[in-house]
Every structure is written in C-alpha cells, then in structure tokens.
C-alpha cells in the first residue's frame, strides 16, 4: 500500500460526459502528479501540482483540468469525454515540488461508451 | 517521438538466472532515471534510481547500469524470482524551472518461470 488513494477504482460513462476522478497523496506529501496510461502504452505524464500550485504540464488536452485543494488532495477533471479517453488514470504524490521518488495510487480506470 | 523507448515488450527468464531490462533514451537533458515495477491492478511501484552523475547504482537483487555516451540504461535482476513476474517500466526525468518532468517507457513485461 502506497498511501495515495484514487477514488473511484472504475467508471463507466458515455461520449460527451464529463467526469471527476480524485486523488489523495500520502501524508506529508505536497506535490501531485497525474499520469494517463492508455492500452498497452505507458504512463503519459498530464500534470503536476505542489501546494496548490500548478508545477509542471505534460500531454495534458485542453479538455482536461486538474486542480489541488487546500488540504492537498487533488481532482483532475474530464470533459466533452470521447472513446479516445478510456484508460487508466494514475495519480502519484511526492514530497516535494522535485520528489524523485513518487508513490503511486491504484489508479482509476475510465472506460468511456 | 518517444524519448525514453523500451524495445523489448516482453522478456522470459529462468528462476535464478540473470534477468537484464533495457531502456534508451533520447533527450539529452535527462538527469535521472528510474525503474519502477507494476502488478496488475496494482499502481507502479518504484525499484530503483540512478543519477546521471553515476554509472552504476545497486540495491539487493537490482543493479542499474547508465552509459551516457549510448544514452543507454540497463536494470539486471540476480537471482530472478518468480515474484519478479511484473511490468517495468523505465522513466527519464528533467528538471524543469518549478518541478519535475517525468517520461516513462511502455514497459517490458517480465516472466520468471519457475
């Protein structure tokens, strides 16, 4: 067990919709990475966020926007969803803005209709 | 343009002997580099790191080897376990002005058969 927590573990929605995944870093951890892993491909780096604070961008659509709370957790959100989406969703937390290291959660698994 | 590439999808290997992973990379600004492990179900789980400043990093069973010049990182497991049976994904990473950018590989999946 990482310690970050990813809620939910699955979800299934049509094209069109528009989705909320959450993410929980472990504690003490500041920084929060979302990574998108579609089928047999590897992770895609989206964005990081530290305290708050937009860090770093990767891959990330247009349609896609995170952001990190107060008390550190972290939504990332999904719009205008299309078939294109469905994978797996992972987030990972580190403790500073540079953690080398980062601890992974269970990831959420999107499959869009 | 994949910057860090995993050539091999899969790899198949003996319990007890050497299992060797290997990643090439492209960019040229990447000062660390990672190995990281993946059951399914399960998130990555990280094995092993090694500076750009270094050559070689170890760490029980697990050795990770650098060559610079060939852009090139090795992971070797000795002696594989059957418990080793998973997906290894090799990252990159470059600092960047405020975080750190990270670029994983498609993994290899490894099977260690007993």
């Known amino acids: 067990d990482s310690g970050v927590t990813q809620t939910p573990k699955h979800l299934i929605t049509a094209t069109g919709q528009r989705v909320t995944l959450r993410c929980s870093p472990r504690s003490g951890d500041l920084s929060v990475y979302w990574y998108q892993q579609s089928l047999d491909q590897g992770l895609q780096f989206l964005i990081q966020y530290y305290n708050g604070e937009e860090r770093a961008k990767g891959n990330i659509l247009e349609r896609f926007s995170a952001q990190q709370f107060p008390d550190l957790h972290s939504e990332l959100n999904l719009s205008s969803l299309e078939l294109g989406d469905s994978a797996l969703y992972f987030c990972a937390s580190s403790v500073v803005a540079g953690g080398l290291t980062q601890y992974f959660g269970p990831g959420t698994r999107l499959t869009v209709l | 343009d994949q910057q860090v590439k995993q050539n091999s999808p899969s790899l198949s290997v003996q319990e007890g002997r050497i299992s060797i992973l290997n990643c090439d990379y492209t960019?040229?600004?990447?000062?660390?580099f990672l190995w990281y492990k993946k059951y399914p179900a399960e998130g990555p789980t990280f094995l092993i790191s090694i500076s750009s400043i270094k050559d070689k990093n170890e760490d029980g069973r697990f050795t990770v080897f650098l060559n610079k010049s060939a852009k090139h990182l090795s992971l070797h497991i000795v002696p594989s376990q059957p418990g080793d049976s998973a997906v290894y994904f090799c990252a990159a990473s470059a600092r960047g002005n405020y975080g750190q950018n990270f670029v994983f590989g498609p993994g290899t999946r490894l099977s260690v058969l007993p």
């Open positions: 960019n040229s600004m990447f000062d660390y």
